[in-house]
């Protein structure tokens, strides 16, 4: 058996969205059939208590909406450096105690820019720097959401269909190992929408922070 989480967004929520964790038996394997097997089978066991419908965030996902919205698929858009993969943006712009930003991963495939070895050689995360703009580490996820968000935002009429989900996952997610989490932020994207947040959030990274952190305050 496994556990994934399902992210739901919910005005009710001091953070915009609520995690549900939901087991399932898992399959083993590397391959994309078995990966798709087991986002069926979290769909499935989140279905049976009423969350539905669900859309995986993801490259595994068999809906091409879902695979768009893959950090790997995403791009944003850089005063500098042009149109860049989200993922390449997010690790790119991670700035440790010694070293970073290293800025050339921008350019890098989006999965040697998740590995390469400087991300875990220079030590404790500080913050990020992006377009000269500084962004902490509280909220969390702050930076991440931040980055999809604007990724989504020139097409946030044409997303409006993201609405009619209940929820969004992401297969490869594990609450254990990372902080991040694409499904997530797609969850708080609809959730800004129907709170008609998201114009005010997204005047500016200030004021996308000051918006969640006052938010997150009243956990």
Same mark, same amino acid.
């Given at each position: 058996m496994a556990e994934r989480p399902v992210f739901v967004p919910s005005l009710d929520e001091p953070d915009l969205v609520r995690t549900l964790t939901f087991s399932f038996v898992w399959?083993?394997?590397f391959a994309v059939v078995q990966k798709q097997k087991n986002i069926a089978a979290l769909h499935q066991a989140a279905a049976r208590s009423g969350c539905s419908p669900l859309l995986e965030i993801s490259t595994k996902s068999d809906e091409g909406l879902g695979r768009q919205l893959s950090a790997f698929n995403l791009t944003v858009q850089?005063?500098?450096f042009g149109e860049l993969p989200l993922e390449c943006a997010f690790q790119g712009s991670k700035? *440790? /105690?010694r070293g970073g930003p290293y800025t050339d991963l921008y350019r890098a495939e989006p999965r040697n820019a998740k590995r390469d070895p400087r991300l875990q050689w220079s030590g404790r995360l500080v913050g990020f720097? *992006? /377009?000269d703009q500084r962004f902490p580490l509280e909220?969390?996820?702050v930076f991440y959401d931040w980055l999809f968000i604007s990724a989504l935002w020139p097409q946030r009429e044409a997303l409006g269909q993201l609405c009619q989900y209940g929820g969004f996952t992401d297969i490869e997610f594990n609450p254990e190992r990372s902080l991040n989490c694409q499904?997530?932020?797609c969850a708080l994207f609809v959730a800004?929408?129907?709170a008609e947040l998201l114009d005010a959030a997204m005047s500016s990274e200030a004021a996308f922070a000051r918006l969640l952190g006052?938010?997150?305050s009243r956990i």
């Open positions: 399959n083993p394997g850089s005063q500098k700035v *440790f /105690e720097m *992006f /377009e909220p969390k996820t499904a997530r932020s800004l929408t129907k006052q938010r997150r």
